[in-house]
Structure formats: structure tokens, C-alpha cells
Nanobody
């Protein structure tokens, strides 16, 4: 059974930091590209950051580039999202997603596995 379980969300003040973690099970993790998406209330789900299955390449949305960092640990079947200099606009539910042998970026429909999401709220 495939599971992606996110953790690390919560409340932060503007300018603060949070670190999200996604633990994967039931897949050969090293063969999957991993990504983080987010969805704000009333808005469509959007790409935040992604890392290629081989780990050699990562991509970021323009809105988070320079503030967020994605990393993977294939020994622990985990992908992390370090979020610094948080802004109220970063508020939303953050989802972990996976696609086998994928690139570091893609539309939500290209990802076959999804977690349940974790809430991130940034106050001004």
C-alpha cells in the first residue's frame, strides 16, 4: 500500500521558517520524482517545488524561489521542504506528490501518488 505522509505544518509568523517532511512507503522511493504542491482556500492547487527522481535537479515556483529548498533522502524515503522568509501568501494546504521516473516539475495530473496534506498558516 502506497502512503505519502506529510508532517511539519503549523502556524508561523511572516519572516519565520517551517520545515515540511514527507515520508513515503510502498514505493521504490529512489525511482520517483517528488514534489510539493499547495492549495490556498478557493484557489487551484499549484506547484511549489520538485526534485527529479535521480536527485540531480530541482525546480521551484517563481513565488518561492530563493526562499524554499527541497531535498530528498533516499535512505530514509523522505523528501523535505525547508521554507524560510515565509509570507502570508504562503498560507495553504501543502501536499506531497510522487511520479515515477519523472522530471523535477509538472502539472498535478502528472503525479500519481499524493499525500493527505498538511496545513501551513502564515500570519502577518
Amino acid at each position: 500500500q502506497v502512503q505519502l505522509v506529510e508532517s511539519g505544518g503549523g502556524l508561523a509568523q511572516a519572516g519565520g521558517s517551517l520545515r515540511l517532511s514527507c515520508a513515503a512507503s510502498g514505493i521504490i522511493f529512489s525511482t520517483y520524482a517528488m514534489a510539493w504542491f499547495r492549495q490556498a482556500s478557493g484557489k487551484e492547487r499549484e506547484f511549489v517545488a520538485g526534485i527529479r527522481w535521480s536527485g540531480g535537479s530541482s525546480s521551484y515556483a517563481d513565488s518561492v524561489n530563493g526562499r524554499f529548498t527541497i531535498a530528498r533522502d533516499n535512505d530514509k524515503n523522505t523528501v523535505l521542504l525547508q521554507m524560510n522568509s515565509l509570507k502570508p501568501g504562503d498560507t495553504g494546504i501543502y501536499y506531497c506528490a510522487a511520479k515515477q521516473y519523472g522530471s523535477s516539475r509538472g502539472l498535478p495530473t502528472s503525479y500519481s501518488k499524493w499525500g493527505q496534506g498538511t496545513q501551513v498558516t502564515v500570519s502577518s
